[in-house]
């Protein structure tokens, strides 16, 4: 490693970090090239990547950062001085609403040559096929390829994202463009193959697509014919490209499709690089967050061609098994920099050799926090030394001002609807579950053994059982069973034994509180029996304990209740696709409220209050009252009043200002649901079962 600021070269270096006896240690330029990280959470990988990129902000060098957390790309503004702010490109969905309105556009399909067409359709059926990942199948590519050609064949001028959904949906749209089309075997794709496809087939197309170009955050992103910047003009003036896709504001699902759309943009930015000299291409460096969510398997390819062009790729990640094999396999050997913090056995063994013999795979595990070994290609030959990081801490800038110096640029104004506005961000702000779909199923196995006085459960059994009753791949049941054993929800015992930690069962899975809002162990054993049959769905379900009314706005003259007060529960459902559980995604879409009313006829205003809170964030809700048929219907008469629309099972009507109101007949262990009824004299109905 070169000595940094003792050394007497004037070659222009990249500090990584100090060694034992406090002297910079770091890299030349002309070595600078392509960076892997590897780290467990919380050992030092952020902090390190903001050191390097602040000094990409002093030396005026572009760069891009893809953060799915939000913290470097918030403190890296902090640390931006103000002269440089023009040159900030700060892309976040948030921006489209609440103090901002304006937001960086782009447009995924745009292209300026034939072979810029042909890049584009495959590193957009790239993401889309990472997206889906195991529900990827031969019909699905071809429909989505045809799409996607349709569009960059036969529109005029450059197709936006969202038009993929029209090609699928409106005939006479799709009609219009096929009579521009110049691709015979789209044309016969269009006219002849898919009219013969299967009803049920489109529709699943359709609907997986649906959920993309409707995720209401991410619209004003796509919604644009032209991009609000140039990816190849920002690299060739160096600008600051700083990409925050924090997972409290958009859903973790829509983050990496979101995150890999734009490393794609980057690929074919810097591929058309090839039309200017070398000596004039100015180094760009790209820093990608947890990696493995945004890369495809033209990561590889990425990596050999970018590098001619002078596009520096740093990938950071917490194990090698995070990414995909073929991945994972080929980014140690592609990138000259290998850095890695404490790791876990598997990853430390296959690091191994890059490493020795200054350290062993022993030593890589036990590696202490911010602390870091870097192994790096000096002049030719590979060097290797112990470091420690540099924290240079936060910076004095107000994040706001920098933000709208930034989009006053390259943002575009946003108009939406006021209403929207309000509902948006009540939806915003509804928690989601910690932990994903797989972890969730995990620890219910877990927890179910244990309510069955066995404490563990042997590795294999339980990934047999997963895999068998779920439907799930074994390595991606292994990965979130890695990832809960991190995050101490899991404990490891020897001859691979698992069980839940009591950090979890406390968490996830002790009795429903009963909170500060009333009701006590009545409202909590409501709760406990209305949402029994959610549990046996697995539904993630989420108690509030919270307490603070809705207050009333007015838009457009009529009343809304912006709610800060969340239901009693809020209970997401697995994300099926054709029977098959997502392991990533919950179906946010269908959502449902539960609220229990201990009280219902004598405390009308607050249950009519709870109906408008739901609405507000836009939830059907189940409403549980103890009692037997006349107290239930008592409440669903009140709140049809009040503008609900009572169904039988919101489950299975899952839309706002649906209402579900079931009775808990504790002496007879009887749950009651009162049912809309075609009968004009009653109008209401009952549906009983037992408990």
């Not at 899991?490 to 500060?516: C, D, K, M, T």
């Not at 697995?538 to 919270?546: C, H, M, P, R, T």
């Amino acid at each position: 490693m070169l000595r940094g600021s003792a050394d007497p070269s004037s070659e222009k270096t990249y500090v990584l970090g100090v060694d034992g006896d406090g002297c910079l240690r770091g890299i030349f330029a002309d070595d600078r090239v392509h960076i892997a990280i590897f780290g467990y959470p919380g050992t030092g990988k952020s902090t390190l990547m903001f050191s390097l990129v602040l000094q990409h902000v002093v030396a005026g060098e572009g760069f891009l950062i893809l953060d799915p957390h939000g913290d470097l790309a918030l403190k890296v503004l902090s640390h931006i001085p103000r002269h440089k702010w023009k040159r900030v490109v700060y892309i976040d969905p948030s921006t489209a609403y609440g103090k901002f309105r304006s937001v960086v556009q782009l447009n995924f399909l745009e292209y300026r040559s034939f072979l810029e067409k042909q890049i584009v359709a495959r590193m957009v059926m790239d993401v889309l096929e990472k997206y889906y990942g195991r529900y990827w199948g031969p019909r699905l590519d071809m429909i989505l390829l045809n799409a996607i050609y349709l569009l960059l064949e036969g529109a005029e001028g450059n197709p936006s994202f969202l038009d993929i959904y029209n090609v699928l949906t409106d005939e006479d749209f799709r009609g219009k463009i096929l009579t521009c089309c110049r691709d015979s075997k789209v044309k016969r794709f269009w006219t002849v193959e898919f009219k013969k496809m299967p009803r049920d087939a489109v529709l699943s197309v359709m609907t997986k697509i649906y959920r993309l170009v409707h995720e209401k955050l991410i619209v004003p992103i796509f919604d644009c014919k032209r991009s609000s910047v140039n990816f190849r003009k920002a690299m060739d003036e160096g600008l600051f490209i700083i990409v925050n896709l924090a997972e409290g504001k958009i859903t973790s699902d829509v983050a990496n499709f979101l995150g890999s759309l734009i490393l794609a943009k980057v690929y074919m930015a810097g591929m058309a690089r090839e039309e200017i000299p070398e000596r004039q291409r100015k180094p760009f460096y790209v820093y990608v967050d947890e990696a493995y969510r945004f890369t495809t398997l033209s990561i590889r390819e990425i990596l050999q061609s970018l590098r001619k062009y002078k596009v520096f790729m740093t990938l950071a990640a917490q194990y090698l098994g995070q990414y995909r094999k073929e991945v994972g396999d080929s980014i140690p050997s592609l990138c000259n920099t290998l850095i890695c913090f404490s790791v876990g056995r598997e990853t430390a063994e296959r690091l191994e050799e890059f490493f020795m013999p200054v350290l062993d795979s022993r030593e890589l595990m036990d590696l202490p926090r911010y602390h870091f070994v870097a192994s790096a290609i000096i002049k030719g030959r590979r060097e290797v030394q112990i470091l420690e990081t540099l924290d240079p801490k936060e910076g004095k800038n107000r994040i706001d001002d920098v933000i709208k110096a930034s989009l006053s640029v390259f943002g575009r104004e946003v108009h939406i609807e006021e209403s929207w506005n309000i509902y948006s961000r009540a939806r915003m702000s509804l928690p989601r579950p910690p932990v994903t779909p797989i972890e969730y199923l995990i620890l219910k196995a877990l927890h179910e053994k244990l309510l069955e006085r066995e404490a563990a459960f042997p590795e294999r059994v339980l990934t047999d059982k997963l895999c068998q009753e779920k439907g799930l791949e074994r390595r991606t049941v292994l990965q979130a069973l890695h990832a809960l054993i991190w995050r101490r929800f899991v404990n490891v015992y020897g001859a691979g034994l698992l069980s839940i930690s009591e950090n979890a069962e406390r968490r996830f899975f002790l009795p429903v509180p009963s909170g500060p809002r009333g009701g006590g162990t009545l409202h909590a054993e409501l709760l406990r029996l209305g949402c029994s049959d959610l549990i046996e769905d697995e539904y993630f379900l989420i108690f509030d304990v919270g307490a603070e009314p809705p207050r009333k706005v007015n838009v457009h003259g009529k009343p809304i209740y912006l709610a800060r007060r969340l239901p009693d529960v809020i209970a997401y459902p697995l994300y099926r696709v054709n029977g098959k559980i997502h392991p990533l995604l919950f179906d946010v879409s269908r959502a449902i409220a539960i609220e229990a009313e201990t009280e219902p006829l004598k405390y009308k205003a607050r249950a009519i209050s709870n109906f408008k809170k739901c609405m507000a964030y836009m939830l059907p809700v189940r409403f549980i009252v103890p009692g037997g048929l006349d107290e239930a219907l008592r409440l669903a008469r009140v709140l049809k009043m009040e503008g609900a629309n009572i169904v039988e099972n919101v489950k299975f009507n899952c839309k706002a200002g649906n209402v579900e109101v079931v009775g808990i007949d504790l002496r007879r262990h009887l749950k009651i649901k009162v049912s809309r009824n075609l009968i004009r004299n009653s109008g209401y109905g009952s549906r009983e079962s037992y408990l």
